[in-house]
């Protein structure tokens, strides 16, 4: 048959059978995975864009080019060309004096496209109402609250920088880039850039920061990182929003990571939907094929036949669930325009296009090996019924289903260690809890003779195929183990990242506390809060080289390893290992091998980067002298505390005779601003650093983050329901002619509702141990390996059965019904 008249036969027979149920349920459970797949899709990718946008307000920009001096002409050319919007600030130390007292101050001037993401933030009097706006105009300059308390200054007042003088108009409040920089020591200064040349603060050999922001599309940012990396100087560096902060950093993947796990739950329900559909929809064509061999249609014109129904099937339902997709996630966004902290950002066609794509290759993998039974289907099977075609190789078969879940997983750029976290881990269960389901069915069997007659018919269905009826008990199961993993997920990973902002978090950082004001000032902290953290000695110092090799040739460019190599680090010494420190390898100092040089515990992290190991010679330059060290241990450290924390930590005595400063955090209630005027100014050396804006920030990204995994979660939990209901029709025709069988012996209907009752509580049950053992293995894999999260046992699973029981139970009563409503008498004729 020439192929356009197969093409026309195919269409004709699909408009034909468009009613029937397998059809139905088929184009149904490709609708519901395409539009869950589409709508995770742009939800989680225009939500991250969002995050992102958000988050890059910590650097100002979405890239920055950082160096110790000035970009060249080729890299300010290059970002321009792409269409890039470019800011230019240059930071650099200066003294602002009275006349009467002197104080150090950061100083950073901005051209007038400072900021390019988020805002300038300003008040016009010490500890006003904030207000946004553009930054300071030549011959103004903008000082925070503390540098006016520090020197008594009043707004209006004449200050000079270097050589320029000028006019103090606003108090500085807010920079969006600041928050990121926890350990600047000194007050800031913002002047505009037409002022920079007449300081004559900038000489050569000045300690200069040179600052590029950029920001534009994702792609052109791509593009110009991509060009100017190879010609990068040593002293120059790019900075993105997950370099530069790692609490921002942490939760953005942590988000991405829910999120394509959240993708793969979807991907793994459509399979099975699509499976369980197409298997029926071979099943009920089996003699129809036998009918077509006969007229004349050859096995390879079957097969095309079929599977062109099927295509033309897809490819309508595919494109029809991406629509869905795409305006599920519209509304979601419009109900949460108020919600949302910043505008959702745009995204383009990818996700939409990725939906389709999903739904189509799972089709093929899903869906072919039972389809391709269509094709063998012997002509003789016209006469007896009971012939079935020769079955597909079990190789094929799984071999066809790993093929589309690797290619859906390649396209949708999943992550590696999550996939197969979660296919080993539900492959485990499977095999163990499929066997032992098996052998229960078996035991079942000297049960039924003691039993009344609804519990002999609900058994009986079980025991007559248990091959099947593990095979069902498994697939409901890996439905309820998807819901369940990504709900446990969802609450324990939204609980991980609201504990790591404590309630009372520190709010200030205290540097520069000198070893005379020690007491004095820990005295004083102490009377207007009750949080606080120890008080840390800090001596800055340069990592120079390990076991005599230069540590700079250890590391790749661009790593942490790389930047730790190119500054100082702030270096300490404790007694006891930090409370939120703990030893990965390696024994703190009361444990410790007396050696003939001091010990160092360095952070796990880095000492990956430097290839460290324990007893590696460290040397340290500090203030013009070596200090060498032996490497004792290594810890993990947490960062997200916001208390102060340290690359190395030295035993006590290894840093005795160098100059010293102390370092501490704590928490200031609302209210008390007179309280930190008064210590700033009764220990003027000391420098508080005020970090509510990066806790604000924080808070409200990873309130942003929540609500992406409550809401995604809504969208697995629908496919999970569909996929369940779709299972359920699979099996609906075999139910229709025993429930016809049944009536006609006289059963009532009551009886076979009772049956079908506890037929579905025990699949339900069983699939409810599944999924409770399910997702404790995968969830420790997860855990220890993804998240990096404490794993411990979760008791609310042991109720999986009982859920397992009523939500099976009541979907397979309703999704059956139709089954008991059948008419025997039709059913019987038509076989």
């Not at 500085?172 to 007050?187: F, M, N």
């Not at 006609?744 to 037929?759: F, K, S, T, W």
Request: charged share 15%; proline share 5%; with cysteine.
């Amino acid at each position: 048959m020439p192929f356009p008249r197969l093409v026309s036969l195919a269409i004709r027979q699909l408009l034909r059978e468009a009613r029937t149920g397998e059809l139905k349920v088929l184009f149904c459970a490709l609708l519901i995975a395409v539009a869950a797949s589409t709508a995770i899709g742009y939800f989680g990718h225009r939500l991250n864009l969002t995050m992102q946008s958000h988050a890059s307000e910590f650097l100002g920009a979405d890239l920055v080019l950082n160096g110790s001096a000035p970009a060249t002409q080729t890299q300010t050319n290059t970002g321009l060309d792409l269409g890039l919007a470019h800011a230019q600030v240059v930071e650099f130390s200066s003294v602002i004096a009275t006349d009467e007292q002197i104080q150090l101050s950061s100083i950073k001037a901005v051209d007038s496209a400072y900021p390019l993401r988020g805002e300038l933030r300003s008040s016009e009097a010490l500890y006003g109402p904030e207000q946004p706006g553009s930054g300071p105009q030549p011959g103004e300059a903008w000082a925070e609250a503390r540098l006016l308390a520090a020197l008594d200054l009043k707004i209006g007042d004449t200050i000079e920088v270097g050589r320029q003088p000028l006019r103090l108009s606003r108090v500085l409040t807010y920079e969006p880039d600041r928050a990121g920089d926890l350990y600047s020591l000194t007050p800031r200064v913002l002047i505009h850039m037409d002022d920079l040349t007449a300081t004559g603060v900038i000489q050569p050999g000045s300690r200069v920061r040179y600052r590029e922001l950029w920001s534009g599309p994702g792609e052109s940012l791509e593009s110009y990182q991509k060009a100017i990396e190879p010609g990068l100087a040593a002293n120059q560096s790019i900075e993105t929003v997950k370099d530069e902060n790692r609490q921002i950093g942490g939760a953005l993947e942590r988000a991405e990571r829910y999120l394509n796990l959240a993708s793969l739950a979807a991907i793994l329900l459509a399979g099975v939907a699509v499976a369980l559909s197409a298997t029926r929809f071979a099943n009920r064509r089996l003699d129809n094929s036998a009918l077509l061999r006969c007229l004349g249609l050859s096995q390879r014109e079957t097969l095309q036949l079929y599977t062109l129904q099927l295509g033309i099937l897809g490819l309508l339902a595919s494109f029809a669930g991406a629509l869905l997709g795409w305006l599920a996630q519209q509304g979601l966004f419009f109900l949460l325009r108020n919600l949302l902290s910043s505008q959702v950002s745009e995204t383009n066609l990818w996700p939409m296009l990725t939906g389709i794509a999903t739904g189509m290759v799972a089709l093929a993998g899903f869906a072919l090996p039972p389809l391709a039974a269509l094709g063998r289907v012997p002509p003789l099977r016209v006469l007896r019924r009971d012939i079935l075609p020769v079955p597909l190789s079990s190789w094929l078969v799984y071999g066809a289903a790993i093929a589309a879940l690797a290619t859906i997983m390649w396209r949708l750029t999943l992550d590696l260690t999550i996939t197969l976290a979660l296919l080993g881990g539900g492959l485990l269960v499977s095999l163990a809890l499929g066997s032992a389901l098996l052998l229960g069915l078996q035991k079942l069997r000297k049960l039924l003779t003691n039993t009344s007659l609804p519990w002999r018919l609900g058994l009986g269905q079980l025991l007559r195929h248990p091959l099947s009826a593990a095979g069902q008990s498994l697939a409901f199961g890996l439905i309820l183990l998807a819901m369940a993993l990504v709900a446990l997920l969802r609450t324990e990973l939204l609980d991980t990242w609201r504990d790591q902002l404590p309630k009372n978090a520190p709010n200030y950082f205290a540097l520069n506390v000198l070893p005379a004001e020690l007491d004095a000032f820990k005295t004083r902290v102490a009377g207007i809060t009750d949080f606080s953290a120890p008080l840390y000695p800090v001596i800055p110092g340069r990592l120079i080289t390990i076991n005599e090799t230069p540590a700079h040739d250890l590391v790749a460019q661009g790593t942490q390893g790389d930047r730790a190599t190119r500054r100082d680090l702030n270096l300490t010494w404790a007694t006891e290992l930090p409370s939120d420190n703990h030893l990965v390898v390696g024994q703190w100092w009361n444990e410790k091998e007396q050696s003939d040089l001091p010990g160092v515990s360095i952070e796990a992290e880095l000492a990956e980067n430097f290839g460290l190991k324990l007893g590696d010679k460290l040397t340290f330059n500090i203030g013009g002298t070596n200090l060498d060290a032996r490497v004792s241990s290594f810890r993990q450290v947490n960062w997200n505390s916001f208390q102060p924390n340290f690359f190395m930590i030295f035993e006590p005595g290894a840093l005795t005779g160098m100059p010293t400063t102390f370092l501490t955090s704590f928490h200031l209630a609302p209210g008390k601003e007179h309280d930190l005027i008064q210590l700033a100014r009764d220990f003027p050396a000391v420098t508080l650093l005020q970090i509510d804006a990066l806790l604000a920030q924080l808070r409200d990204i990873l309130a942003q983050v929540s609500l992406a995994v409550e809401y995604v979660l809504l969208f697995v939990l629908a496919a999970g329901f569909a996929v369940l209901f779709a299972g359920l029709q699979a099996t609906l025709d075999e139910r229709i002619r025993q429930g016809a069988l049944l009536r006609a012996l006289g059963a009532r209907r009551q009886i076979l509702q009772r049956a079908r009752g506890i037929e579905f509580a025990l699949l339900g049950a069983s699939s409810g141990i599944l999924a409770a053992l399910g997702c404790e293995l995968i969830s420790a894999l997860l855990y220890r390996f993804i998240f990096d999260i404490h794993w411990h046992p979760h008791p609310w699973l042991l109720a999986m059965p009982v859920i397992g029981a009523l939500l099976v139970g009541s979907a397979g009563i309703l999704g059956t019904n139709k089954a008991l409503k059948v008419s025997p008498l039709i059913v019987l004729r038509e076989n």
